[in-house]
Every structure is written in C-alpha cells, then in structure tokens.
C-alpha cells in the first residue's frame, strides 16, 4: 500500500504537521517545531504551512 499525504485527524490547528510527520514517520512535534524555526529564520513557514492546508486533502 503506498503512503498517501494527507491531514490527519491529530491536529492542533488543521492536521497539516500531524499529516507530514505521519507521512515521514516522524514525531508531529518535530515538524511543528521545524515549521516554527523556518517561520522565524526565513518567514516563508506561515505561507508553507498555508499553502499545504490549502493543497492537502482530508483524511
């Protein structure tokens, strides 16, 4: 079965770093974390984020 992004139903504000971290494997934690730190040091994070709420189906 291949691995599908999508937004997760573990979400705090749309599901969208829970559906990648799920995508990765990774702990949603980390790409909160990574989405901050890419919002702080480049400001594009907010704009990534909302582009990926925007193209991301739901689960």
């Known amino acids: 079965m291949a691995k599908e992004l999508k937004k997760s139903s573990n979400k705090m504000i749309s599901g969208v770093a829970a559906g990648i971290a799920n995508y ?18 480049g400001g594009s994070g907010v704009l990534i984020y909302l582009v990926c709420w925007l193209i991301m189906p739901n689960r």
């Open 24 to 41: 990765f494997d990774l702990d949603p934690t980390i790409v909160r974390l990574l989405f901050v730190l890419v919002t702080l040091l």
